[in-house]
Structure formats: structure tokens, C-alpha cells
């Protein structure tokens, strides 16, 4: 009698069984990531948003008017909420700005912000 050589059915069937688990850990593992990734990038789109309207408020501080509001706004192709609180602290004379980002859709704030302006600058 020949000996036959290759696979058994059964070490076909084990390595099968071990490349599919593989499989769905890489898939498990690469869908966090990606998840991470969106999130981490709408964190630093709102960091942007917040800044962009800083440096609007920063240039307006002379006339602002102290008070809260909220708007949407549109930036990188997506719409956000932006929460806007001014406070007056008379005794040093400046002017207190807390900022909340989300998205528009969302109640969840992705970014909190508390800048203080000096209400009159050069």
C-alpha cells in the first residue's frame, strides 16, 4: 500500500475553525477602532468650532453683550450646537465665556470650554 499525502478532513476542518476566530477577533478589534477614530475626530472638530468663535468673540469683546445663547452652526460638513454664555466679573473686569460643543443631533456635549476676555483691548 502507497501512503497518501495532504490534508485529513479533520486538520482542514481545526485550521478553518482557528482562521475564523482569528477573523472575528480582527474585526471586533478593528470596529473599536474605528469608533475610537470617529469619536476622537468629532472631539477635535469641536475643539476647532470652539476656538473659531473665541477668536470671533476676542475680537468683539469690546461690544459683547453679556448673556447666554445657543446656535447652530455649520463646520466641516456637519452641524453643531454651539452654547454660549457670557458673564461680566465686575471686579476684575473681565468678561467670563463658557462654551458647550455638541452635535446637533445630540444631546451629548462633546466639549466644554470656560475662556476669560478682557473687555477693553487694544
Do not use: C
Not at 472575528?24 to 477614530?37: H, P, R
Not at 468673540?57 to 461690544?63: E, G, I, N, S, W
Not at 461680566?88 to 476676555?117: I, K, M
Request: aromatic share 8%; hydrophobic share 50%; proline share 2%.
Amino acid at each position: 500500500m502507497r501512503a497518501e499525502k495532504g490534508f485529513t478532513l479533520l486538520e482542514v476542518m481545526i485550521a478553518l475553525a482557528v482562521f475564523a476566530t482569528l477573523a472575528a477577533a480582527v474585526m471586533s478589534a478593528s470596529q473599536y477602532v474605528l469608533g475610537q477614530s470617529a469619536r476622537v475626530e468629532a472631539r477635535l472638530f469641536a475643539g476647532w468650532l470652539a476656538d473659531n468663535q473665541l477668536n470671533e468673540l476676542h475680537l468683539q469683546a469690546a461690544t459683547l453683550a453679556v448673556g447666554s445663547r445657543s446656535f447652530n452652526q455649520r463646520f466641516a460638513q456637519r452641524e453643531w450646537r454651539v452654547v454660549q454664555q457670557i458673564v461680566s466679573e465686575p471686579a476684575s473686569g473681565l468678561l467670563r465665556v463658557e462654551l458647550s460643543v455638541s452635535p446637533a443631533a445630540s444631546d451629548q456635549t462633546l466639549l466644554n470650554v470656560t475662556h476669560w476676555l478682557a473687555r477693553n483691548h487694544d
